[in-house]
């Protein structure tokens, strides 16, 4: 795996999330419960810009007529049908899909994502 420059960490944790290009790709870094993550930006249901969606959270299973709400700020929703992903493991609320991820490292205040 080769190490890629992707941005500045205090940046992305000011800010939550940040769009930047990686080898010719849109990579969505996010900053989650004090991790880094990087995520594809394609959804995997139509290969919208899933990483510019809404940061937040969803309804969780509940009981008949109860609505209980979590994950507050884990869940990418893709703007252009609704599909939310865990913003932790990348994977669909709903189904099987799952959002392509890379490994993020830090050095200092600097964010690398590795990758072939």
Known sequence: ???YYAAKAGEVRTKGRMIVEVKG????????DGQFYAWRNVCPHAAAPVCEGP????RL???V??????????????PWHGWEFD???GRHLGGDAKLRG???ET??????????
Do not use: A, Q, W
Not at 55 to 58: D, F, N
């Open 1 to 3: 795996m080769n190490r």
């Open 25 to 32: 790709m849109e990579i969505g870094l996010f900053h989650v």
């Open 55 to 58: 940061v937040c959270g969803t």
């Open 61 to 63: 299973p509940s009981l």
């Open 65 to 78: 007529y109860e609505y209980e709400y979590g994950k507050h700020l884990e869940i990418v929703r893709c």
């Open 87 to 89: 913003l932790k493991d």
């Open 102 to 104: 890379f490994p993020v």
């Open 107 to 116: 050095d200092g205040d600097e964010l690398y994502v590795l990758m072939r």
